[in-house]
């Protein structure tokens, strides 16, 4: 059986696993790559997670961002 594997784009809202210590759950994917870059939507802040990582600390996609097709 084939898992599928997430995938996170730019503009993503994304749920952590974790509730950071501002007291919000949701990040914003700000930048995609090798490591990726999200901000918190409560307070701002910014963190770099390596994408192997990120998979792990994610709970779930609040939002899916618009793709152009
Ligand atoms: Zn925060």
New binding site residues.
């Given amino acids: 059986m084939i898992k599928e594997i997430p995938r996170y784009n730019l503009g993503d809202i994304l749920e952590f696993k974790k509730t950071?210590p501002?007291g919000?759950k949701a990040w914003k994917v700000i930048r995609t790559g090798v490591d990726f870059k999200v901000e918190?939507t409560?307070?701002g802040?910014v963190v770099m997670i390596p994408r192997i990582d990120l998979r792990k600390k994610v709970k779930k996609v609040l939002e899916r961002a618009e793709i152009p097709e």
């Fill in positions: 950071h501002c919000g918190c409560t307070c802040r």
